[in-house]
C-alpha cells in the first residue's frame, strides 16, 4: 500500500532552518508530482510548494517564494522542504502529498490524492 512519511520538524528560533523529507513507498514515485502544504492553528490549508514528477517545474505560495526550496530525489524516493528564514508566521503543521498525475498541479487540496501523517514546525520570534 502506498506510504508517505515525514521527517524534519521541530522548534527553531526565526531566521533559522529547517528541511522536510517525505519518503514514498507503495507506488512508482516519478509518475508522481508532489507538494508540500501546512496548516496553521484555526487556518485552512494552504498549498506552498509543488513540484512535478521530474523535479524541472515548480510552484511556491507568494509567503515562502525566495525562502524555500521544493527538490526531490528519485532515487531516495523522498521529496523534500528546505525552509529558510523562518518566521513566526511559518508555525504550522506541514504536510507531504501526492498528485495522481505526473505534470506540475496547481499547488490546491483538490489537485492532491494522498497525504502524509503532518509534522509540525514551531518558529519562535
Known amino acids: 500500500q502506498v506510504q508517505m512519511v515525514q521527517s524534519g520538524g521541530g522548534s527553531v528560533q526565526a531566521g533559522e532552518s529547517l528541511t522536510l523529507s517525505c519518503t514514498v513507498s507503495?507506488?512508482?514515485?516519478?509518475?508522481?508530482?508532489m507538494g508540500w502544504f501546512r496548516q496553521a492553528d484555526g487556518k485552512e490549508r494552504e498549498g506552498i510548494a509543488c513540484?512535478?514528477?521530474?523535479?524541472?517545474?515548480?510552484n511556491y505560495a507568494d509567503s515562502v517564494k525566495g525562502r524555500f526550496r521544493i527538490y526531490r530525489d528519485s532515487a531516495k524516493r523522498t521529496v523534500y522542504l528546505q525552509m529558510n528564514n523562518l518566521k513566526a508566521e511559518d508555525t504550522a503543521m506541514y504536510y507531504c502529498?501526492?498528485?495522481?498525475?505526473?505534470?506540475?498541479?496547481?499547488?490546491?487540496?483538490?489537485?492532491?490524492?494522498?497525504w502524509g501523517e503532518g509534522s509540525r514546525v514551531t518558529v519562535s520570534s
Open positions: 513540484i512535478s514528477w521530474s523535479g524541472g517545474s515548480t
Open positions: 502529498a501526492k498528485s495522481p498525475g505526473g505534470g506540475l498541479p496547481a499547488c490546491v487540496e483538490r489537485m492532491m490524492d494522498f
Open positions: 507503495g507506488l512508482n514515485f516519478d509518475h508522481h508530482a
